[in-house]
């Protein structure tokens, strides 16, 4: 006879991929908001350097996304066709939970409005003249040998900022608007609207200067006393200040700070580790459980299994899959595992294996910081 079809099934199949259709709307808002990113880092002069180390957050299909200025702001279909379609669940997850690229969006937001501001004042400037030889001319205006000319690339100049600082700005609310939809029909879990608040908020910060700057009053992104956030409507005015712009700065100078320190660090205790082990591994006797060396050993591999616990609950727990966090989870094991066994190579083998093996365990406690500091998750 013909195959029946489940109702159920078609119906939950359905679903799902009602909910992956509306996680992939939030990821693409967000892969355009990189890509923005990306282009304003590199315009913004004194953030050019920032450009290369955003760019460590992008996939290589999404830095090609970035070499085209002139179709950065039509990369909708190409993102949602191409691209986005053809992510994995948990590269959508990835891309909704990193929280690296947020550290950036406050400067994608600041930049675009001191564009702005500066090529409306030099517009108004040149209008205000009657000559193209006007002192401290910007240099991209120098093939403009005729008054009409400079005139014309300066009101163009202008139009252009104003219409990148208005792409963000619209961005930015159609990403509160595409996770209020994921929202509403439970396709986001708690983790990925925990992370997209922290992203919303880096936005926020720039964002009713930037609004100002536009339409003459502030006005914010959404609502943030509200518990659910992204239902607001953006109408209420802000009159609160921009952050200082060194603030940005402090985690990824933190986060810099740690990554040269981590490895170096380890280098330099792997020193005392293997001479501790050297000096141990000749004839003697073994460790017995009545040492206090032994109960020393168990206090400290209580200790660490503590620490691996509390980053582990509140960081992995709240993460998408991965390589990042495949990675998180073989090294907790490694470290985990080494409490057990330095405590067996202790009574069984000597002292000098137990001390070796619990250092590796704890330096794998140190990288699991280092990955969870990468991702975003820390600091």
């Not at 959404?222 to 607001?232: K, S, V, Y």
Request: proline share 5%.
């Amino acid at each position: 006879g013909a195959d029946e079809s489940d109702p159920s099934r078609d119906e939950n199949q359905a679903v799902n991929e009602e909910h992956r259709a509306l996680r992939q709307q939030v990821a693409r808002h967000l892969l355009v908001l990189n890509a923005l990113t990306s282009l304003a880092l590199g315009d913004g002069g004194d953030t050019a350097a920032y450009s290369d180390k955003f760019a460590e957050y992008l996939t290589p299909a999404e830095r090609g996304l970035n070499s085209d200025r002139r179709s950065v702001y039509r990369h909708d279909r190409k993102l949602g066709s191409e691209y986005v379609a053809g992510l994995r669940d948990w590269q959508v997850q990835d891309c909704i939970v990193d929280l690296g690229p947020s550290d950036y969006y406050p400067d994608l937001l600041n930049i675009r409005v001191k564009l702005y501001r500066k090529a409306k004042e030099h517009a108004a400037l040149v209008a205000r003249s009657s000559h193209a030889d006007l002192p401290m001319r910007p240099k991209r205006f120098a093939d403009c040998h005729h008054y009409q000319d400079y005139l014309e690339a300066a009101v163009h100049d202008d139009q252009t900022q104003r219409n990148r600082l208005s792409n963000v700005l619209k961005r930015a609310r159609l990403l509160v608007a595409a996770i209020k939809s994921a929202a509403d029909a439970g396709s986001l879990d708690d983790p990925g609207l925990a992370a997209l608040r922290v992203k919303i908020d880096a936005l926020q910060s720039y964002y009713p200067d930037a609004y100002s700057a536009l339409h003459g009053s502030p006005q914010d992104l959404f609502d943030a006393e509200a518990e659910r956030w992204w239902d607001a409507s953006g109408s209420q005015s802000s009159a609160r200040p921009p952050p200082p712009e060194s603030q940005t700065r402090y985690a990824r100078r933190d986060r810099a700070l740690v990554n040269f320190a981590v490895p170096s660090v380890t280098v330099l205790a792997c020193i005392p580790a293997f001479m501790g082990w050297w000096l141990s591994t000749g004839p003697g006797e073994l460790g017995r459980y009545d040492d206090a060396e032994f109960w020393q050993l168990v206090a400290g591999g209580a200790m660490q299994l503590l620490g691996l616990f509390t980053m582990l609950w509140p960081n992995v727990m709240a993460g998408g899959g991965g390589e990042p966090r495949r990675w998180t989870w073989i090294l907790a094991a490694v470290s985990a595992l080494s409490v057990v066994v330095s405590m067996l190579l202790y009574l069984l083998v000597s002292p000098g294996w137990s001390s070796l093996v619990s250092f590796l365990g704890s330096a794998a406690q140190v990288f699991i910081l280092l990955q969870l500091v990468n991702r975003g998750r820390l600091l």
